[in-house]
Each structure stands twice: as C-alpha cells, then as structure tokens.
C-alpha cells in the first residue's frame, strides 16, 4: 500500500475542511431562510390581527328595532364603542379583529334565521404609505365611509374585476394617486358572494363629497378607471334602477 506524502495529506485536509465549511455554510443559510419565512408569516398575522373586520347582519324585521337591538347585542359582546352602520335592512359592525369575531358568534346565536356574515381580510387595500406626502397629511382621527354594491352574476367578469385591483397600482397608479390627493386615509375592499363592501377613511370632519372629486381632478385616467369598473358592479337588491353604490349610515 502507498504512503501518502504530507502533500496529499495536506490535499485530504483541505478537502475534509472544504467539506465541512461547506456543510456548516448551508445550514446557517437554511436557518436563516427559515427565520425570514417565521418572520413573514409573523408580520402577515399582525397586519391580520389589527385590520378592521365587517360583520354583516340582513335582518328581516324593522329597521328600528333591528337598529336596537343590534347596539344591545354590541354592548354585550363587550364593544364599548360600536360603529354600526344601517341601509334598509343591512346592518353592519365596523370593529377590531376580537370584538368582530365575539359580535358575529352573537349574532349567530341571537338571528338563527338571518344572514350573518363576518369578513375578515379586505382583498385591497390602499393607505397613505403610498403617498409620497403621507407624512405631511396623514392625520390620527377618521371618519369611516361604508358603501355596498353587487357584483355581476357573470363568474368571468367577476374574476376580471378582481384582477384589476391585484394590478392597479401598477398598472393604473393615476387611481392611487387621486386617493392621495383625496386625502383619504384607507380604501379597503371586501366582498361576500356577489356583494361589495367599499370602507373609505376620511379625515374626522371632512366632507366626503367634496373629497371624492379630487380623486378624479385633472385626472383622466382615474376617470377611466371608473367606467371600467362599472360594468362590472350592479346594485343591491331593493335599489333604484341606475343606483349601484348605496351609502351605509352611522347609527348614533
């Protein structure tokens, strides 16, 4: 058998602590892939755990006493200061993620024969991050602006709005920037079956009418964008004829 010389000893070595070093390298690399999956998911349930939840009830009594009894059952699931929010006979919670979920285990448990709907995630979301003047005009105190609509029946039309809004701020960033020169806070839209729900945050105070022209000024192609999506939006059952967008109002 050969010997091998202090050379190839030397050659063995390096390799074994090529080997080594090699294996030692992938391992940190893997712990650190696996730390910023955690740390993503981490930050997904956080943006989860403080967006603002909807819990839709249709009622099929009078408006006046579901109003009522909706604040009651508010009260009771420990909501001091409830947002609630009625057209015709749709009601709606405006809350945090735990006060929302206590109220639609409620609802279901007071309204068996209703229609309850708890929407947890809106599947757009635009906030003044993307303003390049967010610092100067963001403010602490909003007022919330709550509309409905329906979807058309049509399932391909339906998928085609909702890509629009997965690409809009690429591809149409003029509608972005006509909510920034709005000064809207947040847009979040939801959506249940066929139904819409359109949250609008607004500086506390200010006038929406007036705010909501601005998104469109000296704006073409956010006009655009609004006839687009017109054809894919109807209104609600129980609206005039050419009425899509209804307005929710605040129950004080």
């Known amino acids: 058998m050969r010997k091998l010389g202090s050379q ?3 050659g063995i070595l390096i390799g074994c602590l090529n080997r080594k070093f090699m294996i030692n390298l992938l391992r940190v690399y893997i712990f650190f892939m ?26 099929t009594v009078a408006a006046d006493e579901m109003i009522h009894r909706f604040y009651e059952l508010a009260k009771e699931s420990g909501i001091e200061k409830p947002l609630l929010y009625q057209w015709e006979n749709h009601h709606i919670l405006y809350g945090t993620k735990a006060e929302s979920e206590r109220f639609y285990k409620n609802c279901l448990e007071a309204y068996p024969l209703y229609d309850v709907q708890l929407l947890e ?8 991050k993307r303003c390049q003047d967010k ?14 609509a329906n979807l058309v029946k049509d399932s391909t039309l339906q998928q085609e709005y909702l890509d629009y809004h997965t ?9 972005s920037q006509g ?6 806070q947040q847009v979040l839209l939801y959506r249940a079956g066929r139904q819409l729900f359109l949250v609008i945050s607004i500086p506390k ?6 705010l909501d022209k601005k998104t469109v000024e000296n704006n073409s192609r956010g006009e655009e964008w609004n006839k687009l999506m017109a054809k894919y939006q109807e209104g609600l059952p129980g609206t ?12 004080k």
């Open 8 to 10: 190839s000893m030397n």
């Open 205 to 210: 105070g200010a006038d929406f009418e007036s």
């Open 121 to 128: 995630a809106p599947f757009y979301t635009f906030d003044r």
């Open 34 to 59: 696996m730390s910023m999956v955690f740390s993503c998911n981490a930050g997904a349930n956080y943006h989860n755990a403080h967006s603002p939840y909807l819990v839709q009830v249709v009622a």
């Open 135 to 148: 610092e100067s005009i963001a403010v602490k105190e909003y007022d919330h602006v709550l509309l409905s």
């Open 179 to 184: 909510f920034c020169k709005a000064m809207f």
């Open 167 to 175: 690409q809009q701020f690429e591809q149409w960033p003029e509608v």
């Open 240 to 251: 005039s004829e050419g009425e899509v967008w209804v307005f929710f109002n605040l129950n």
